[in-house]
């Protein structure tokens, strides 16, 4: 007999750290940070088109991983933060670092940027996942912390 609870749907969530963990980079600055973001970012694309990441953090600042949260055109990518904030609660991080690049060079953040990170910021508090930085890369190796400049 088949009952409405039957034709529910059941969600599976899941999270598979990296073996060796220990071996993980552990940040504490934004040049830090950059350098791992940098490092993971596929270079023919950076000046192509508009990517957004976040770095999850456990609570000794080593990087759990790297999430790929969307890729866009040249103009921008939309980047949800309900996905964003689901990446750190399944991998139970306690801290994050957001990463997008601008295809442009130009590295001042627009308004866009701005309210996106706000948003991101105020809903990852309500889980107590505090966000410690937002970083805009370019091109030519260089990039803007909202931390470092204290836009954060």
């Known amino acids: 007999m088949v009952t409405l609870f039957n034709q529910i ?5 899941s999270y598979i750290p990296a073996k060796d963990v220990d071996k993980n980079p552990i940040v504490s600055n934004s040049r830090q940070v950059f350098e791992v973001f940098y490092n993971f970012w596929d270079l023919s694309q950076i000046a192509y088109r508009e990517s957004f990441k976040v770095m999850l953090l456990n609570r000794a600042n080593k990087v759990i991983g790297i999430m790929n949260v ?9 980047a949800d933060p309900k996905m964003i904030l689901q990446s750190a609660i399944l991998s139970h991080a306690a801290s994050l670092i957001l990463c997008h690049n601008h295809p442009s060079g130009n590295l001042t953040p627009s308004e ?9 910021k105020e809903g990852a508090a309500f889980l107590d996942l505090p966000v410690l930085d937002h970083l805009i890369i370019g091109t030519d190796g260089k990039y803007y912390s909202f931390a470092d400049e204290g836009t954060l």
């Open 112 to 120: 866009a940027d701005r309210k996106l990170t706000r948003k991101i």
């Open 70 to 78: 969307s890729e866009g055109g040249q103009a921008g990518t939309v």
């Open 9 to 13: 749907a059941e969600v599976k969530l």
